[in-house]
């Protein structure tokens, strides 16, 4: 039965002559160039797609574009499989597999379909209900059932090997849908002079004239689209993009486009994005988004073989395809009759059946004087056949239109429905226009606007060809005018199209006698008409309440097809009016986006940007294992052969403690900053004193937050007299600046002082150890590095080979230590330098673990401690703290709980056995069998293996720490489910008095 | 995302700026003798108004200056932006 579904006629968009072979559920078919998934199974008689969420019910068709609720498939395999893909929405490629879900051992023969012989155990909210008890079964029976029963698709377990990109665009005017109204905005617009987008969805552009047998000037519809199009295209002003959708629109009329780049492509090139998301900041957007025809509840109109006329009458004019051969048409309106014709056109008669009583419209009456009869005032009321539909149940209608009065089944082998047209709404909705409810046309339309956006043609509720042009060339002259001064109009050309009569009000057929078939209205979470009576009846009245009861209107259709027909039926039961009902809420995305779109480029190590020290390479030859610091990349330790960490951290601290070691510390935030008030500014931002540093001195300094917490540390040097540098921590390197700019902009903007970032100037290294001075002075020979020289907390300029440096005698290890700046270029060459001349002093490069060690051992603070939730007392920085200014922070620090004599302060902690390490994070308490909940001392900020006493330390900050020294407490982690006897000791560790820095 | 008025530079992302939070706060003086409920209410305590409000925002990816942004905060509608010794005109 290959393509034995296809009209004779070539008058679509499919190339008949290049043909395309794929798979669906294991079996090759063929379609043609321009052919979708659906088109092609159509073409080749295949219907049966898929089964449905909840009861397993066989499924197929309904719609031909983004509205398709059934016809979801598992694409490709392996790590380009997709799921929940709508085959209306997927072009032919040559070798494309696709293959049904939700169904098992097969689409024909589905085990889970037993729910739908039971499904009167699955009414609206049965999770709710069904599942409460016993409560013991939820984790354990429950809940697993359920999460391998739900669900459509399976996501693939392999990394996304397709590239996508991200896109910024500006334009004047955005115009969302190439039907006749977007293609007239779109024209008169460009003409205008304004910079124009025309996005459009398919692969083809023209929208409904397409489709539809209209003139407009003296061309059809299809020709002057194309005519169109071609001008468009020959401006420069304009961006065509089709295969594109806009499926978001936020604030400040930023829009989201996906942009279907090469799924269609047999073989694109490796550089070619699979799929482009476009960012687009417009000026105006119009939205001629067209509409979106309804279905009819009536028993069982799921099955496979019923569709909506409008798609059937596209896969016929575009496809080329019949989506059946013995048709039934049946509408509420008089638009299903141009379905109706093309089938005529293509020698099949269909049956049509109407629901109202009569039509004068011109379709109607060239049906007729073609010599088909109309069952007026009749509607469907069952539906035969499993797998595919063979006959229908046809009723005449009693007056009152709430039963049938006679029945008579008709064979057939598809249904076209019709219940009318409702206006593709969501990207005004998303833009925060309040919609009003049009009782013309019984939807919905834009009314109140809060961002530029107009919305025009059919999304407008503007059903007519000569409508749609006009508002599209008034509206596509108005908005550009607001971009140009052109002031170049226009006009709208003449069109003719049939004229229509006027559809009924009515969505849902009676049920037949003696049966209760599922009616549904919501085929893609199957819920039927008997769901929301249900909902209604159990007190869920909120139109959101009871989308949420009966999810109707959810998953990855969103409702296209179904909300309004679940609107008017809660307000039929209601006796409401749909306006007093309400709509629920339209978000985006319009349709469903692939995660890796959003994703973009950004992902594995382009997820951040990486920086790194001038000094990096040297790191990586040398066999540095590195560690995340923000973004920066650091040495964290350097192991030598089979060495584990903590061998290597250890060798590379104890040969600080015992020669020289060299570390890189570029990472530091350096800040210069310059101006007359640049002392008095330091004076405010510290909590210690600034005036009366001398030039050519450095100082610790410790900076709070307003509310008293410690902010960061660092240390300032006075380079001249109103020129200072200042270092901060690697991680708040960014956030001081912003501080700084703050008070100097906002707060004290009389004070003269410039402030502005050196870190990636300036590469440094620290020198660190007992040898450290006499290496220097072999590096520097003409600087004096006698510690009176060059004291503790002093700096001089000299130079190396050449090479300008700065030496600051600091240290954060508490050894005898330098710190070398040099300009960023400079670093690797002076680093190399360094490491060359210190290997007579047995020199080693150290990470930051053993710079941890080192400081741990020491008790100097840093970002564990200084956690956000420690004033200086707290970390032993009182001694920081001037009593004789102000400063940032200071009166929080008079407030009751932070002059507590017994805060939580820091201190250190041995093991008892002096070999179990404490974990980071333990909790301190005092009685290990106290029953809980045990009262909480404080917690363990940071640990080390001592390599000065060769045990594990640990710093802590607990509750009265200082009075706790000399007791012995517990560290508990109940993440490793641990308990360890310590005993508290000063958190100076290592050389209390500070002797060595000085030294 | 919004779309942000720099007074120094011109329009630009919002991905560009970060927020200040309440452009209204004064700083007591240095040195002032404040209560402990004065300080505690420029510390901590912020009106969360539903419409128009006037904040602050930085321009960190940009031309680092800190200026004012008077926003409404239910929809989003940006009135005015100015810098920092100005005022707004709307």
């Given at each position: 039965m290959s393509n034995s579904f296809r009209t004779t006629n070539s008058t679509g968009l499919i190339n008949k002559d290049k043909k395309i072979n794929f798979t669906f559920n294991g079996t090759i078919y063929h379609g043609y160039e321009g052919d979708t998934l659906a088109s092609a199974l159509i073409a080749n008689g295949v219907h049966l797609v898929g089964r449905s969420f909840k009861y397993h019910r066989p499924r197929g068709f309904l719609g031909v574009g983004v509205e398709e609720p059934n016809a979801m498939v598992q694409l490709h395999d392996g790590n380009k499989s997709e799921p929940n893909i709508i085959a209306t929405e997927v072009e032919l490629v040559e070798g494309l597999k696709a293959k049904s879900q939700n169904c098992w051992p097969s689409v024909q023969f589905d085990i889970g379909e037993i729910n739908n012989v039971l499904n009167r155990f699955f009414p609206a909210g049965f999770y709710y209900k069904t599942f409460m008890w016993p409560k013991s079964f939820w984790m354990k029976i429950y809940e697993p059932f359920i999460r391998k029963a739900a669900g459509m698709g399976k996501a693939p377990l392999l990394p996304d090997p397709d590239r996508y990109e991200h896109n910024y665009e500006h334009c004047d005017v955005l115009v969302v849908g190439s039907g006749p109204s977007g293609l007239a905005s779109a024209l008169a617009a460009a003409k205008n002079g304004a910079r124009v987008i025309l996005a459009e969805d398919k692969p083809n552009f023209g929208g409904s004239l397409l489709t539809d047998e209209v003139t407009i000037g003296n061309m059809s519809g299809k020709e002057w689209a194309s005519d169109t199009i071609s001008q468009l295209k020959s401006m420069p002003n304009v961006i065509l993009k089709k295969r594109s959708q806009v499926f978001g629109y936020y604030d400040h009329n930023m829009t989201v486009m996906i942009e279907r780049v090469s799924d269609h492509i047999e073989n694109p090139s490796k550089y070619t994005p699979r799929q482009r998301l476009h960012y687009i900041r417009a000026g105006e957007v119009i939205v001629s988004t067209g509409s979106i025809e309804r279905p009819i509840s009536f028993g069982n109109n799921d099955r496979p073989g019923i569709v909506l006329a409008s798609a059937a009458k596209e896969y016929m004019k575009v496809y080329e395809t019949l989506v059946g051969k013995k048709p039934i048409i049946f509408t509420n309106n008089d638009t299903a009759y141009s379905t109706a014709l093309e089938f005529i056109k293509n020698d099949i008669e269909p049956i049509i059946v109407d629901t109202r009583d009569s039509s004068n419209g011109e379709l109607v009456k060239e049906v007729q004087q073609k010599g088909i009869s109309i069952k007026f005032n009749s509607g469907i009321a069952d539906t035969k056949g499993h797998l595919k539909i063979n006959s229908a149940i046809i009723g005449k209608l009693d007056s009152s239109k709430e039963s049938f009065i006679s029945e008579e089944t008709v064979e057939c082998d598809c249904i076209c429905m019709s219940g009318g047209w409702t206006p593709t709404v969501h990207l005004s909705s998303q833009a925060g226009n309040k919609l009003k409810f049009n009782d013309d046309i019984d939807a919905f339309v834009p009314d109140k606007k809060r961002q530029k956006e107009t919305a025009i043609g059919a999304a407008n509720g503007s059903f007519t060809l000569n409508q749609s042009l006009a508002e599209g060339f008034q509206v596509g002259f108005d908005l550009s005018n607001k971009f140009t001064d052109q002031n170049n109009p226009t006009n709208s050309p003449n069109s003719n199209e049939p004229s229509y009569e006027?559809?009924?009000?009515?969505?849902?057929?009676?049920?037949?006698?003696?049966?209760?078939?599922?009616?549904?209205?919501?085929?893609?979470?199957?819920?039927?008409?008997?769901?929301?009576?249900?909902?209604?009846?159990?007190?869920?009245?909120?139109?959101?309440?009871?989308?949420?009861?009966?999810?109707?209107?959810?998953?990855?259709?969103?409702?296209?097809?179904?909300?309004?027909?679940?609107?008017?039926?809660?307000?039929?039961?209601?006796?409401?009016?749909?306006?007093?009902?309400?709509?629920?809420?339209?978000?985006?995305?319009?349709?469903?986006?692939?995660?890796?779109?959003?994703?973009?480029?950004?992902?594995?190590?382009?997820?951040?940007?990486?920086?790194?020290?001038?000094?990096?390479?040297?790191?990586?030859?040398?066999?540095?294992?590195?560690?995340?610091?923000?973004?920066?990349?650091?040495?964290?330790?350097?192991?030598?052969?089979?060495?584990?960490?903590?061998?290597?951290?250890?060798?590379?601290?104890?040969?600080?403690?015992?020669?020289?070691?060299?570390?890189?510390?570029?990472?530091?935030?350096?800040?210069?900053i310059k101006g007359p008030d640049a002392p008095e500014f330091l004076n405010r931002v510290y909590t210690n004193a600034w005036l009366k540093l001398p030039v050519g001195k450095a100082r610790y300094g410790v900076m709070l937050r307003e509310d008293g917490m410690v902010f960061d540390d660092g240390t300032t040097s006075r380079l001249s007299e109103n020129h200072f540098h200042m270092t901060t921590t690697t991680a708040q390197a960014a956030n001081v600046l912003s501080h700084l700019e703050y008070y100097l902009q906002v707060v004290w903007p009389d004070l003269d002082v410039n402030v502005l970032s050196t870190t990636e100037q300036w590469s440094g290294i620290a020198v660190a150890g007992p040898k450290s001075r006499d290496l220097l002075s072999k590096l520097f020979p003409d600087v004096d590095m006698s510690n009176e020289g060059l004291p503790f907390m002093g700096l001089v300029d000299s130079s190396i080979d050449g090479i300008k440096a700065r030496i600051y005698r600091i240290s954060f290890s508490g050894e005898l230590a330098y710190e070398v700046n040099v300009e960023s270029n400079y670093g690797l060459y002076t680093w190399k330098k360094i490491m060359e001349v210190g290997q007579s002093f047995d020199i080693q490069p150290y990470g930051t673990e053993a710079l941890s060690t080192l400081r741990i051992e020491m008790g100097h603070v840093a970002g564990a401690e200084l956690d956000g939730r420690t004033i200086p007392f707290d970390v032993g920085l009182n001694s920081m703290v001037s009593q004789k200014k102000d400063f940032i922070g200071k009166r929080s620090l008079s407030k009751d709980a932070f002059t507590e004599s017994d805060r939580q302060t820091i201190v250190g902690l041995v093991p008892l056995d002096k070999k179990t390490k404490i974990p980071e994070g333990s909790h301190i308490i005092e009685d290990n069998s106290a029953v809980a909940p045990i009262p909480k001392l404080g917690h363990v900020s940071s640990s080390c293996w001592s390599v000065e006493y060769n045990n594990p330390f640990s710093i802590a900050i607990i509750k009265d720490g200082k009075n706790k020294i000399g007791k012995n407490l517990y560290a508990v982690s109940p993440l490793k489910d641990i308990s360890i006897p310590v005993e508290v000791v000063s958190s100076h560790y290592v050389d209390p008095e500070g002797s060595r820095v000085r030294s | 995302m919004l779309e942000i008025k720099c007074p120094y530079c011109g329009k630009r992302s919002q991905n560009e700026f970060s927020y200040g939070g309440d452009a209204t706060i004064k700083r007591p003086q240095l040195g002032e003798e404040i209560s402990t409920e004065d300080w505690d209410n420029f510390v901590y305590y912020r009106d969360n108004p539903r419409g128009k409000h006037s904040e602050l925002w930085h321009h960190v990816s940009g031309c680092r200056q800190w200026f004012k942004v008077s926003r409404d905060t239910a929809t989003h509608e940006i009135f005015d932006t100015c810098k920092m010794n100005e005022d707004f005109n709307v």
């Open positions: 006027k559809h009924e009000k009515l969505w849902c057929m009676p049920l037949p006698s003696g049966k209760k078939p599922k009616r549904f209205i919501d085929f893609q979470n199957d819920v039927a008409v008997s769901d929301v009576e249900l909902a209604i009846r159990e007190g869920f009245r909120s139109i959101e309440h009871v989308k949420r009861y009966t999810t109707l209107g959810m998953a990855g259709d969103q409702g296209k097809t179904s909300n309004l027909n679940g609107l008017q039926y809660v307000s039929k039961i209601e006796k409401k009016i749909v306006p007093e009902v309400g709509h629920t809420t339209f978000r985006p995305p319009y349709t469903p986006v692939t995660i890796g779109a959003i994703v973009g480029r950004e992902v594995g190590n382009h997820y951040l940007p990486t920086r790194k020290s001038p000094i990096h390479t040297w790191h990586e030859e040398n066999n540095a294992v590195f560690v995340a610091a923000g973004l920066w990349q650091r040495p964290r330790y350097y192991p030598r052969g089979s060495e584990d960490m903590n061998s290597a951290v250890n060798r590379e601290a104890a040969n600080v403690r015992k020669n020289v070691g060299i570390c890189d510390v570029t990472t530091l935030g350096k800040i210069d | -």
